[in-house]
């Protein structure tokens, strides 16, 4: 049962500009989410996260953005960098005991020089 | 390095054979979990161990697979009579406990069963 989905297998984006990834997910108990990039061969790294009880959390380059009566997030990265490439993986939690983490299948972004 | 560490790194077995893999945890997490992941897909949680005490185990987890963490501090992943179905990424993530808090993940071992 694919409860947190990421639509789009893959995204091309020009240096300087903005990405803007996709994550739905479908159990309401979700209240904890989470975004990891990962390179080949080495393991998911964090990358940010957000409560349900926000709506916007903002590092640096990088903002995710919920939206909880449509099941939705996204991640902008604003401006896109070359080491920016790599797969994004959405993730969600139910529960103040993330033990149980559900992951999207991921998101290839590619950013163009 | 203080991250996740996972051994070893590469493991081919002929099929029906018992492989095992060990993680060590970053060394403030109490929590420890295994994750299996297939080509285009995300990351399935198997299991987690807070210290010693394994309290959760998913469906995937067969009853071939057995986890453990003796000592609260690094874990074994064992597989039993090996399928070619069980090739895929096993990925170690230790976080600590008492909240919600992000899991920090090893670089991965990755099985293939001849």
């Known amino acids: 049962d694919q409860q947190v989905k990421q639509n789009s297998p893959s995204l091309s984006v020009q240096e300087g500009r903005i990405s803007i990834l996709n994550c739905d997910y479908t159990?309401?108990?979700?209240?904890?989410f989470l975004w990891y990039k990962k390179y080949p061969a080495e393991g998911p790294t964090f990358l940010i996260s957000i409560s349900s009880i926000k709506d916007k959390n903002e590092d640096g380059r990088f903002t995710v953005f919920l939206n909880k009566s449509a099941k939705h997030l996204s991640l902008h990265i604003v401006p896109s960098q070359p080491g920016d490439s790599a797969v994004y993986f959405c993730?969600?939690?139910?529960?103040?005991?993330?033990?149980?983490?559900?992951f999207g299948a991921g998101t290839r972004l590619t950013v163009k020089p | 390095d203080t991250g996740v560490s996972q051994d070893p790194r590469h493991k081919i077995t002929k099929r029906g054979q018992n492989v095992t893999f060990r993680c060590d945890p970053i060394?403030?997490?109490?929590?420890l979990y295994w994750y299996r992941q297939t080509l285009g897909q995300g990351p399935e949680f198997l299991t987690y161990?807070?210290?010693?005490?394994?309290?959760?185990k998913s469906r995937l987890l067969s009853d071939r697979f057995s986890a453990e963490r003796p000592k609260g501090s690094f874990s074994t992943l064992e597989i039993q009579r090996t399928e070619q179905g069980d090739s895929a990424m096993y990925l170690c993530a230790s976080s600590l406990a008492g909240g919600v808090y992000e899991q920090y993940f090893g670089p991965g071992t990755r099985l293939t069963v001849t």
């Open positions: 060394s403030e997490h109490n929590r």
């Open positions: 159990n309401s108990m979700f209240d904890y």
């Open positions: 161990f807070q210290n010693e005490a394994q309290l959760e």
């Open positions: 993730a969600a939690s139910a529960g103040n005991n993330n033990n149980d983490m559900r």
